[in-house]
Nanobody, 116 residues
């Protein structure tokens, strides 16, 4: 079983920034896929960023240019840098790891609230 430990969520004003982190309990292989999802109240879960096997980050249209997904392989940690945050960015953010064998693991989720 792989555990994902998240941190970095909280309350931020519009236009502010947060850096979410997600540390895995095991080595993240280059064959693994990392992604960040969010879910706002009354809305479906949405994938906001994904790090592909070739190391390129892909983003949902409404976060492109503002969010950046990255990873530090030495720390088994993925990050989501979020800039120019908007109230509509609020929600529960979860990291997802799909290992090369196909098993999927989720973090516990962290609350992000963008409000003045």
């Amino acid at each position: 079983q792989v555990q994902l430990v998240e941190s970095g969520g909280g309350l931020v004003q519009p236009g502010g920034s947060l850096n979410l982190s997600c540390t895995a309990s095991t080595r993240i292989s280059s064959l693994d896929t990392l992604a960040w999802y969010r879910q706002a109240p009354g809305k479906a879960r949405e994938r906001v960023a994904i790090m592909t096997r070739i190391g390129i980050g892909n983003y949902a249209g409404d976060v492109q240019g503002r969010f950046t997904i990255s990873r530090d392989s030495a720390k088994n940690t993925a990050y989501l840098q979020m800039n120019d945050l908007r109230p509509e960015d609020s929600g529960i953010y979860s990291c997802n790891l799909i290992i090369w064998q196909g098993d999927s693991y989720w973090g516990q989720g962290t609350q992000v609230t963008v409000s003045s």
